[in-house]
């Protein structure tokens, strides 16, 4: 572009005030740096588009493998690490220049700053949260108890953190580092059934047979309860209620329940009590329970 064409044109667009303190080599100055400042602003514009193409393309890629195996934790993980790399790779390396683009993608020195920084909570996180993604010490759904007690569904896990649903439905957050670095109870660990023991005290009047039969049906009604023993003939069956001992003031039966892990426990325990405090109820069988007579003496004065 010649001198007079780029004078030319911005001679026109200067207002006439500013014009006397215009020089030919401020104006055409002037014209380069705004042809250079609009070729960057369309450059800028162009990397933007294509990284969002990327990411929605990796959006609907990840949302196909979540669909077909699961919200898994590696899929996450992986999900927010290719985010991360295209951003890197269609946005900041290209406007790093070439001093800087060479130091990124060949330089020994990279690496160096990475183990520098391992030491820093972020990078910490980010190493844990890729540990977890491998070795798989709990998943999306689990229902997971910490060292410190606390309790609840696995929501979430990021980069960064995993979030934790309590009971109570409040929503702990946990940088990935720490709950790395603490003994973690996953109560649904490989999707084996778990177990509770149940006991149940009748009067000493009942009739053994039929309290068996009593509880054993209103566990068998219960949606959460699964047949977990395994019989002779390889087939699963319910476990058997037993009479376990002679109380003070009552006989004292006992069942285990089989139950899918992400059944939570309060809610299977609640199911079972409630359904076999009824049936027994309804099968005039006595619940005994402690009570004491108080027996009031009148004294006779004697003289």
Do not use: C, W
């Not at 450059?43 to 669909?67: C, D, E, G, P, Q």
């Not at 005290?201 to 009593?214: A, F, I, N, Q, T």
């Not at 699964?226 to 319910?238: A, H, R, T």
């Amino acid at each position: 572009m010649s001198t007079g064409m780029v004078n030319g044109f911005l001679t026109r667009i200067i207002p006439e005030t500013l014009r006397p303190y215009m020089t030919d080599s401020v104006i055409y100055n002037l014209g380069l740096f705004g042809l250079g400042l609009l070729v960057y602003v369309f450059y800028l514009v162009i990397l933007i588009l294509l990284a969002s193409l990327l990411r929605r393309l990796n959006k609907s890629f990840f949302r196909y493998l979540r669909k077909k195996r699961g919200r898994k934790t590696h899929l996450i993980f992986l999900d927010g690490v290719v985010n991360a790399a295209i951003i890197i790779v269609s946005i900041i390396i290209p406007l790093a220049g070439d001093s800087i683009r060479k130091s990124i993608l060949g330089s020994a020195a990279v690496l160096t700053a990475v183990v520098g920084f391992a030491g820093q909570d972020i990078i910490k996180d980010m190493l844990a949260g890729f540990l977890i993604s491998i070795y798989k010490p709990f998943d999306i759904g689990d229902r997971i108890e910490l060292e410190d007690g606390t309790v609840g569904i696995v929501e979430s896990i990021t980069m960064h953190h995993v979030v934790i649903v309590r009971i109570d439905t409040l929503r702990v957050v946990i940088p990935n580092s720490k709950i790395n670095n603490v003994a973690v109870v996953n109560y649904s660990f490989d999707y084996v059934d778990r177990s509770n023991l149940f006991k149940f005290p009748v009067g000493y009047d009942s009739d053994l047979e039929k309290v068996k039969r009593v509880i054993m049906e209103a566990v068998i009604s219960s949606p959460y309860s699964e047949p977990g023993k395994k019989s002779k003939d390889g087939n699963m069956s319910y476990p058997p209620v037993y009479f376990l001992e002679l109380a003070d003031s009552a006989l004292i039966m006992a069942v285990t329940v089989y139950y899918k892990p992400a059944a939570a426990t309060e809610v299977v325990k609640d199911d079972i009590n409630t359904r076999v405090f009824e049936a027994l109820q309804d099968a005039r069988i006595e619940i005994p329970y402690a009570y004491t007579n108080v027996v009031l003496k009148k004294e006779e004065n004697i003289l």
